[in-house]
């Protein structure tokens, strides 16, 4: 079994370690970013939230993305850096693996798990949406603290 992860919110993470392999960081689209994540991205970056929309985002079914590179990869993703706006990445992006269908469909948790390293395939449904919970009200007080 995997050993548990401390973090900063107080509770122990049994069901998901981030490996930063980037697997969720594939594929088009995916990444929405709101008014204020453009701003502290953009903040982070040292340039304009107009150069940040211009250079790094486009419009998608009416919503706002981060773009992909030529692999298909978010743009501000490096093989072997990782992230590299990690301590700002967008609020869909920490909230990976957690996300409503993971936490509510046992099938499509299922797939997650073998998608991504990161979580714990010891780990049950219930455990996942136990913690899943506890880190969406987490991320969520994190924002709105922030």
């Known amino acids: ?36 994540e453009v701003e502290r991205i953009a903040r982070f970056l040292d340039i304009s939230p107009e150069a940040f929309i211009s250079g790094y985002c486009r419009e998608l079914n009416g919503r706002l993305t981060i773009r992909t590179g030529p692999d298909y990869f978010c743009i501000f993703f490096d093989q072997e850096k990782a992230c590299l706006i990690h301590p700002v990445k967008p609020a869909i992006c920490s909230q990976w693996p957690y996300y409503p269908a993971n936490l509510t469909d046992k099938d499509t948790w299922e797939m997650a798990k073998q998608a991504c390293p990161g979580i714990n395939p010891e780990s049950s449904f219930k455990e996942f949406r136990e913690e899943g919970g506890q880190n969406l009200k987490s991320s969520t007080k994190d924002q709105t603290n922030g």
């Open 1 to 36: 079994m995997s050993v548990a992860k401390p973090l900063t919110s107080g509770f122990i993470m049994k069901t998901f370690d981030c490996k930063m392999c980037g697997e969720c960081c594939y594929g088009e689209g995916g990444i929405n970013v709101n008014e204020e």
